[in-house]
């Protein structure tokens, strides 16, 4: 099967396509058909090998799993000995990441409790963005955060695929939904309903007037005595990515603040029934950056890393014939 290897870190150029063997579905094991897969930071860091920490994860000199990837909507191809919740010709999706990482490909053998069937409304690119952005979105808000009708919220990288689907579930909430990003996300920003928007590179948040009750942040850049002074007396703040020096300090700092500071580690694909229910009561709306071909895969991932996309950043399979690959 052809599959996007990364043979060693460095930037997108050295991803490149590849025959490798195809995998057989092992004990509780699925084979799926990719359809569609999404471009997360677990994949930008991967093959920049940044922070260099990462690399306890990810290998010191070079990749230890090739194949990025940790999101996948496709059709199950085969079964392996005790698969209960699947057949042959389920079209299904999922975030793979606690299991196993390789998305990026014709094919993937996962266990079958990374996965969910696909209901017959849902396309496979929309399908794709939502176990890891809207779960990150819905732990973080919900089920961490604890959102109240009427709150006044801020999300921070408001532009990409968690700010898109954060703002859609705060809405159900009633609350008053402010986002920042910066260039062309802005105008997009606005046109899917966030009541404001501010670009970071004319504005700092921390510093203004506005105090909010809840801050969702998709990209943590400063101290929690920074965020601090956005907050109301009993806010919350709530993050879910960012620089890595800026997480630690949210870390061993967040007790010298007196509001609630907390660092969301995702639960992969706890929580997907809400978001199909709320997909299914039109409340919630995929915003899709592309979907991009699969062997514009290095760009897709590119164009993530520049931080340039609106939405989540989504790949799919064609039927292609490429003869240019390894």
Sequence with gaps: MKA???????????????????????????????????????????????PYAYRLMFGFF???????????????????????????GDAVFGDTSDFGFGTMAEYMA????ALTLKPENLSFEEAVTLPHAALLAWQGL?????????????INGAGGGVGTF???????????????????KLSNMKAIGYDEVIDYKKGDF????????LILDAKTCKSPFSYSKALHPNG?????????NSLLQMLFLKSFVKQSFQILALKPNKGI???????????????????????KTPEAIQRFGDAVHAGKVIIRNDEFQMTNYE
């Design 62 to 88: 070079k990749p230890r799993n090739p194949v990025p990837g940790m999101e996948i909507a496709g059709v199950v191809e085969a079964i392996g000995e005790g698969v209960s919740k699947f057949k042959v």
């Design 110 to 113: 996962i266990n079958e409790n």
């Design 166 to 184: 954060a703002l859609y579930i705060a809405k159900t909430f009633n609350c008053h939904v402010t986002g920042v990003d910066t260039g062309a």
């Design 236 to 244: 919350k703040y709530i993050t879910v990515g960012g620089y890595l």
């Design 206 to 213: 921390t510093k203004g007037r506005e105090k909010y009750d």
């Design 273 to 295: 029934e809400h978001i199909l229910k709320l997909w299914e009561d039109g409340k919630i709306k995929t915003v899709i950056d592309g979907p991009y071909s699969f062997e």
């Design 4 to 50: 996007f290897y990364l043979s060693k870190f460095g930037s997108t150029s050295f991803l490149k396509i590849k025959d490798i063997p195809k995998p057989e579905p092992g004990k509780n094991e699925v084979l799926v058909k990719m359809k569609a897969t999404a471009v997360n930071d677990y994949d930008w860091s991967m093959i920049t090998g940044r």
């Design 142 to 154: 919900v089920e961490m955060g604890q959102i109240q009708q009427g709150q006044k919220i801020l």
